[in-house]
Each structure stands twice: as C-alpha cells, then as structure tokens.
C-alpha cells in the first residue's frame, strides 16, 4: 500500500527557495514512477515534474524548467522537490503522486496514489 505524505513547505520571499519531500510509508516505492502537481486558487491541478523509478530520468514543465529539481532516494522511501528562484505564480498547493508511467505533462487521472498537499506561498 502507498501512502504519502508531504513536507517541506512555507513562506518565501520571491527568489528564495524551499525543498519538498515527500515520504512512503509503504513498501513499494522503489516500484512507482513519482511526480509533483500543483494547485493554486481557482486553477486545475497541473503538472510540475515526474521522475523514473531509479532516478535517471526527469521530466519538467516548462515553467519550472531550470529552476525545480526532482530527484529520490528509494532508501528512504522519499521524493523531493528543489524549488529554487521562486516568484508568485508558484504559489500554489504542491502535492506528490504514484504511478506507472513517467514522462512530460502527465494528466493528474494517470496517477495512482496522492499525498495531502504541503502549501508554497511566495510572498514578500
């Protein structure tokens, strides 16, 4: 069974940063393909980033391209988000999933498994 749970979020002023993490309580990590999503206000669940099962291979959205960094350790059981330069449209609930296929703009109905959320503000 997969069960997430986020931390690591806050407020920020624009340009500072904040790691995520994301922890499963489970056994079968290492078994799932891993992905953020965020939710602002008013605004669908879109997709942030995605990683393989063994961490090679990321996917970005194009806003987020070269500033965010996904990566895992499957000894921990945890995903993380490096979110660096950060300005006000990032503000949003980030929220991390499960699932089976990796790649670039996942649709959030391709994902199996979803934490709580961990709010992001920037604000100054």
């Known amino acids: 069974q997969v069960q997430l749970m986020e931390s690591g979020g806050g407020v920020v002023q624009p340009g500072g940063s904040l790691r995520l993490s994301c922890v499963d309580s489970g056994r079968t990590f290492s078994d799932h393909v891993m992905a953020w999503f965020r939710q602002a206000p008013g605004k669908e669940r879109e997709f942030v980033a995605s990683l393989s099962r063994s961490g090679a291979t990321p996917y970005y959205a194009d806003s987020v391209k070269g500033r965010f960094t996904i990566s895992r350790d499957n000894a921990k059981n945890t995903v993380y988000l490096q979110m660096n330069s950060l300005n006000s449209d990032d503000t949003a609930v980030y929220y991390c999933?499960?699932?089976?296929?990796?790649?670039?703009?996942?649709?959030?109905?391709?994902?199996?498994?979803w934490g709580h959320g961990a709010q992001v503000t920037v604000s100054s």
């Open positions: 999933a499960a699932g089976r296929l990796a790649g670039y703009n996942l649709s959030p109905i391709e994902l199996d498994y």
